[in-house]
């Protein structure tokens, strides 16, 4: 662009044209870049991804804890908005964090099955990890140009042509595995102790965490370790030239209960102790994401930033969530298993105390956020979720007839829910009906309408049917027992399960 055509983009005052004639031409030229390059300035929004494990439904305060402090997470919800039925792509957390980096449901590359720890003795199924053919979020925003850290659990794969740092990652802080504790001076001493018993393979639970696969000394409760690389990788990245693209992924608030004490002690008022230690460890990712606020604040970076809060899965039974009113929990297909609460928080995007009542999918971020950036995925790449954006910021139904699914299999049987519009169809059990519900007014999935509306049933089964003709046979089992299990029922045998539910 020449002087002429820089001048010509707006009206020029009386008062800028003798500037402009005074000066030297030197230093008019100098201006004319700086304006050029202001102008050019990569104005695409941040993404700050933050996902909790193993949160209940019911366990953050803008979706209705009257017990669990969690003020920062409700600062954001008062100022963005809510989704009230928001749904992850499986029940349990290796699978739907594969769905959510993918954008496509585990089942149909593999993976409906988590990654076993190491150190167990299945180290040819801990081996394994995500397709490399499937391009991830994460690179698809890398190759856009933005910058990208991953801050947490992985559980994606261990090996090097699975790690972080070469599908689409920058900067790696955490660990590789599907847990981990959270104290050092109780994890660390007993890695010690194995590692001079000559012990080769360790579990991830107790295993150093690492930077850019290199072994580091966590000194902090994991929580609040996490929280401070997230914040010195927003700190980092809002120096650079390029948006940023942060994946904090905490593993809290999963088991094993670890509570610091000072957390634990401020909600004396919970008898429970499971209870209790659970609110401490919900009440430190809440610390740690009110620090990751206040970092993009102090960087200027919050005004255009989008920040996507959300659940793993439903809160685990009999470790202290609560999931009300949905039924069920972690690992079940019902409501508590697989709807969770998120928010979206972008100030001069989102609206600001609303709620968005229609069913989406956490497969839709990926598509979503592709679409946000300004990010090409590849031609070949095939994805279950949608673009999501219009119809959110329109408030209607982005989803309209098209069905969320969720499928768990077990023991020679198959669960599954099918939810689409006001309607979910539900089957547990290898001998049980198909039921049906009406979410709009039955939350709880406690009235069966399926004698009522069997034609409904009938197309959510079917569609169901159809959708499970894209599953491939799973390239690894949790354990040996599910292992077995699906060879001596020569898995997966859907012709049973899609039976006609009249």
């Known amino acids: ?25 030197m230093v008019t030229f100098f201006l004319l870049c700086l304006c050029v390059s202001v102008s050019n300035a990569d104005e695409r929004p941040n993404i700050v991804l933050i996902l909790c494990d193993d949160l209940g439904y019911a366990d953050v305060g803008f979706n209705g804890s009257s017990d669990i402090v969690t003020s920062n997470l409700d600062d954001l919800a008062a100022n963005g908005t809510v989704f009230s039925s928001a749904y992850v792509c499986h029940p349990f957390c290796g ?93 660390g001493p007993i890695y010690e102790r194995q590692k001079r018993s000559g012990k080769a393979n360790f ?8 930077h850019n696969g290199k072994q580091v000394q966590e000194t902090e409760y994991m929580t609040d370790g996490l929280s401070r690389e997230a914040v010195r990788f927003v700190k980092d990245a809002s120096g650079k030239d390029e948006p940023f693209f942060l994946y904090l992924a905490y593993n809290a608030p999963h088991t094993p209960l670890e509570a610091k004490p000072e957390d634990f002690e401020k909600f004396d008022s919970i008898e429970d102790e499971k209870r209790r230690t659970y609110a401490a460890m919900v009440y430190a990712v809440d610390r740690g994401i009110g620090q990751v606020v206040e970092a993009l604040q102090q960087t200027e970076e919050l005004e255009n930033t989008l920040i996507i809060f959300l659940s793993d899965n439903g809160g685990k039974m009999g470790a202290g969530s609560n999931n009300g009113p949905l039924q069920q929990g972690k690992g079940s297909v019902c409501e508590g298993g697989i709807r969770v609460p998120i928010l979206f928080h972008w100030p001069s995007q989102v609206a600001a105390g609303k709620t968005y009542d229609h069913p989406v999918s956490a497969l839709d971020f990926y598509p979503t956020l592709a679409r946000i950036a300004e990010a090409k995925t590849a031609t070949t790449k095939q994805l279950d979720g949608i673009d999501i954006w219009d119809a959110f910021q329109a408030g209607t139904n982005a989803r309209q007839n098209q069905p969320i699914y969720a499928l768990r299999h077990w023991n020679g049987f198959h669960n599954v829910g099918i939810r689409q519009n006001q309607w979910k169809a539900l089957k547990r059990g290898p001998k049980a009906a198909w039921k049906l519900f009406n979410l709009n007014q039955d939350i709880g999935e406690k009235n069966d309408v399926s004698e009522q509306h069997p034609l409904m049933t009938e197309r959510l089964v079917e569609a169901a049917k159809q959708w499970s ?12 027992k599910a292992e077995a299990a699906w060879q001596t029922h020569d898995m997966p045998m859907y012709e049973s399960t899609f039976a006609n539910p009249k």
């Open 95 to 187: 699978p739907s964090r594969m769905g959510l980096m993918t954008g496509r449901y585990p089942h149909t590359f593999g993976a409906p099955f988590n990654l076993p720890n190491s150190g167990l003795g299945i180290e040819d199924f801990n081996q394994q990890g995500i397709p490399i053919e499937e391009e991830l979020i994460s690179t698809v925003l890398q190759d856009a140009g933005y910058f990208t850290g991953a801050i947490g659990k992985w559980h994606l794969g261990v090996q090097p042509k699975h790690h972080p740092n070469r599908r689409g990652f920058d900067d790696f802080y955490g660990f590789l595995g599907g847990g981990h504790m959270y104290f050092p001076e109780k994890y």
């Open 469 to 480: 003709r894209t599953h491939t046979q799973p390239l690894w089992f949790d354990n040996k």
């Open 1 to 25: 662009m020449n002087k002429g055509d820089l001048l010509a983009t707006k009206p020029t005052t009386g008062r800028a044209m003798r500037f402009f004639a005074t000066v030297p031409i």
């Open 203 to 210: 579990n991830d639970y107790i295993a150093p965490l690492e």
